[in-house]
């Protein structure tokens, strides 16, 4: 059999799986924060017809003479640049503007408060580090920022997934009824300050199950929650009915070293790889200047989502130009056929 048509088949399978990934982004053009991919080629390895010769004293030097054995897939890249910001209006929908991912994951809500440590949470070893230490919480990464609540109050994902953050230190989220009873709601109480409100003091030792609960309770009355808001460093900011504000915690972001490594799961979710790095936590709000790496995030945005970074204008093109490559490959092997054809009809 002529090599050529086995140039032309890896030809057709690497131009094929080439549509299948344009044919993906297309797919996905609509879809939150979804980053595209391209497909990278390269030549495979060349059968020698002859080595290259050196120069010497009566002739001069030759090239090797080679011919190629077709072609192979040399890597699928994700795009992570960031995606347009689409305005929503919607008071839980956050988009991030600039490097970061949102801490989502599933797993038993802490033992007693957010001011806990251990299961159910995801300690931060030494505020230095910045590193994650989940504990028995299945952690994953999303830039998809529309949030909903449950009927405990849980501010998760739209599958279900809780969003992550820091707590503030006078607002204290008590998961225990609601850890007992999923029916119940978690209550949160905190200490008044002199405007009847709650200072923000964010307690960076761990991230925790954030909660927007109905109302917000100081020992004595209990104060509804007229409104909210998600700042750009990503404090949520309750409004009582008192008047009086106070911050319920902070949403955790995350960086990595190479975001372009992360796995992708599906239901636009991604996890860790051995080449994307570990992730790096945000610090919280108010950390000592020596500690504070928020410079490298991008500010949160309420009430808007971020789009597919997927340009049409180009994916059609390369969609045409792989198909055009797919016909021609296709037409090596129908010629090397032909010839084929011709060698039997000599012996004849």
């Not at 080679?66 to 960031?82: M, P």
């Not at 501010?155 to 279900?160: I, M, Q």
């Not at 003091?201 to 104060?223: K, M, R, W």
């Not at 994916?315 to 797919?326: E, H, K, L, P, Y």
Request: charged share 15%; glycine share 10%; hydrophobic share 35%.
């Amino acid at each position: 059999m002529l090599p050529s048509m086995y140039s032309g088949i890896s030809g057709l399978k690497a131009n094929q799986k080439k549509l299948d990934v344009i044919g993906n982004n297309i797919a996905n053009s609509s879809t939150t924060a979804y980053k595209s991919q391209r497909v990278r080629f390269q030549d495979m390895v060349s059968q020698n017809v002859a080595q290259a010769t050196q120069a010497s004293t009566n002739l001069g030097g030759t090239n090797p003479r080679q011919v190629g054995l077709g072609v192979q897939i040399a890597g699928i890249d994700t795009t992570t640049s960031t995606g347009n910001m689409q305005p929503t209006s919607r008071n839980l929908d956050a988009a991030i503007d600039g490097p970061g991912y949102f801490v989502v994951g599933s797993g038993p809500v802490p033992e007693g408060d957010s001011t806990a440590t251990g299961l159910g949470t995801i300690e931060q070893p030494t505020p230095e580090e910045h590193k994650m230490s989940p504990n028995g919480i299945n952690v994953n990464f999303t830039r998809d920022g529309s949030f909903t609540l449950d009927t405990q109050g849980s501010l998760l994902t739209s599958d279900g997934l809780r969003v992550y953050g820091y707590a503030n230190d006078n607002v204290v989220i008590d998961y225990t009824e609601g850890k007992a009873d999923p029916k119940v709601p978690f209550t949160v109480t905190f200490t008044p300050n002199a405007n009847k409100g709650a200072d923000t003091t964010i307690n960076s030792q761990a991230l925790v199950p954030l909660v927007i609960p109905d109302s917000i309770s100081d020992g004595t009355d209990n104060y509804r929650i007229q409104s909210f808001s998600i700042g750009k460093e990503g404090l949520i900011t309750a409004t009582l009915s008192s008047g009086a504000t106070a911050v319920l915690g902070q949403i955790a972001m995350t960086s990595f070293k190479n975001d372009a490594g992360l796995s992708k799961l599906g239901k636009n979710l991604y996890e860790t790889s051995a080449n994307s790095g570990e992730p790096i936590l945000k610090s919280a709000f108010g950390v000592a200047s020596t500690e504070d790496n928020s410079s490298g995030y991008g500010e949160m945005l309420q009430g808007m989502l971020e789009m597919s970074n997927v340009d049409l204008a180009e994916q059609f093109t390369d969609m045409i130009v792989a198909s055009r490559a797919f016909q021609a490959n296709g037409k090596i092997i129908t010629t090397g056929d032909e010839i084929l054809q011709d060698l039997v009809n000599l012996k004849r």
